[in-house]
């Protein structure tokens, strides 16, 4: 499999909890005299939540490769300049956000997404190292970019 597409939308746990600026919307406008504001709060607080989810969603990044190409969000680099790619998952996806994380890295990561894959650049005139990306499905985008390299060679 050499063509690889996810977009790192936010998981639901994020979007229950964003919820929760109906109800502190509804606090807020509750004592004020002479207006229904628990009305007016219900609907500030439904529409700042309709923002936020448009707003998380809208613009969740996209993880892209096809064409010999990865794209990341905006930033887009030849699969020929890609070295070894790594995957990594729960106590050693945290410890390459943290401690090993070197600070000239491109990242994308997303709370929210535990998984990384680390895809080190072979360009010597590149002053990044790496890039690292969070993803739900770390060996498919690895091979995917290693089918793409294939193809590429």
Do not use: N
Not at 81 to 91: I, K, S, T
Not at 100 to 121: E, H, N, Q, S, T
């Amino acid at each position: 499999m050499s063509h690889y597409r996810e977009r790192l939308s936010p998981s639901l746990w994020v979007l229950a909890s964003t919820a929760l600026v109906i109800p502190a919307s509804m606090i807020v406008f509750a004592p004020l005299p002479g207006v229904p504001g628990l009305l007016v709060g219900l609907v500030v607080g439904l529409v700042l939540y309709a923002g936020v989810l448009a707003l998380l969603i809208g613009l969740a990044p996209v993880i892209e490769v096809e064409g010999g190409r990865l794209r990341v969000g905006r930033a887009a680099i030849p699969i020929e300049l890609l070295g070894d790619c790594e995957a990594f998952a729960r106590e050693e996806a945290t410890a390459e956000r943290g401690p090993r994380l070197d600070a000239r890295a491109y990242l994308c990561i997303r709370g929210w997404i535990g998984p990384v894959v680390r895809m080190r650049i072979a360009d010597p005139q590149d002053p990044t190292p790496y890039w690292l990306v969070s993803t739900r499905r770390p060996g498919d985008l690895v091979e995917a970019l290693k089918g793409a390299g294939r193809r590429a060679a």
